[in-house]
């Protein structure tokens, strides 16, 4: 099974891909996708577009995690990532992938144990669980890898 993990935003877009076989989870890749804030927003939301298109084409995931967005302090911001979010959305359910949104809370608590875990802590449990010896930056690709580790922890939950 291959999860892709979104940690969503027009600015920047964080993503993950791990691959569960015989119980193990591993990482596949992890970065962020970054589109230019000059550019015209049309124009960030195609090339998003562009680049989750090539992720699905290129690791055939069966699910596609994202984070839920709760709240935002700024309104502009909460619009960009919302619209960032329906990209994603569209194109897994358009290349037949289960799309599932996790809030923050869910993620830190299935990854690290607890709701209230912080960047640092969540980064740290990622590398652990995936056996990631190097630091992984920028953080949104730790969070994206994080929120394919969700998924599949919700996997296992409901196989039992």
Known sequence: MFVLGIDPGLSRCGYGVVHRSEGREKAI????????????????????????????????PDAIS??????????????????????????GVSAGCEVVEYSPNEVKQAVAGHGAADKKEMEVMVRTLLNISISLQPVDAADALALALCYLAHQRVEAR
């Open 29 to 60: 890749a992890a970065g962020v996708i970054q589109t230019s804030p000059e550019a015209q927003t049309p124009f960030r939301l195609t090339q998003l577009r562009d680049e989750i298109r090539e992720l699905i084409s290129d690791y055939h």
């Open 66 to 91: 994202i984070e839920r967005v709760l709240f935002q302090h700024n309104a502009s911001t909460a619009i960009a990532v919302g619209q960032a979010i329906g990209i994603v959305m569209v194109e």
